[in-house]
């Protein structure tokens, strides 16, 4: 089983990052989707999540209107594309995956480095 995040890397205030996240090793669509963050000396949060069939999502409230959350399960990847992106946001962003009937089937990424900063 892989979780491999790619697209990281450093911008400036305002600009935009769009993360991907390869998964292999399992059944993709049986899978709700998140993508978490950490940055230093905070715990890890939640970003934004999608759930598997319906598609619905979900964002935490500080990147609501400026992130998307998508998915192709053609590919086994999940997208997160971040618009406008703040200081703020600078962290280690983290891939999860998690079975939609089995919540102990979780599957965790090993990061992907964001840094916001002129």
């Known amino acids: 089983v892989h979780l491999v995040e790619s697209g990281g890397g450093l911008v400036q205030p305002g600009g935009s990052l769009r993360l991907s996240c390869a998964a292999s090793?399992?059944?993709?669509?049986?899978?709700?989707v998140s993508w978490h963050r950490q940055a230093p000396g905070k715990e890890r949060e939640l970003v934004a999540a999608?759930?598997?069939?319906?598609?619905?999502?979900n964002y935490a409230d500080s990147v609501k209107g400026r992130f998307t959350i998508s998915r192709d399960n053609a590919k086994n990847t999940v997208y997160l594309q971040m618009n406008s992106l703040k200081p703020e946001d600078t962290a280690v962003y983290y891939c999860?995956?998690?079975?939609?009937?089995?919540?102990?089937?979780?599957?965790w990424g090993q990061g992907t480095q964001v840094t916001v900063s002129s």
């Open positions: 999608i759930d598997s069939p319906s598609g619905t999502t």
């Open positions: 090793g399992f059944t993709f669509s049986s899978y709700a």
């Open positions: 999860n995956a998690n079975h939609i009937l089995i919540p102990s089937r979780r599957y």
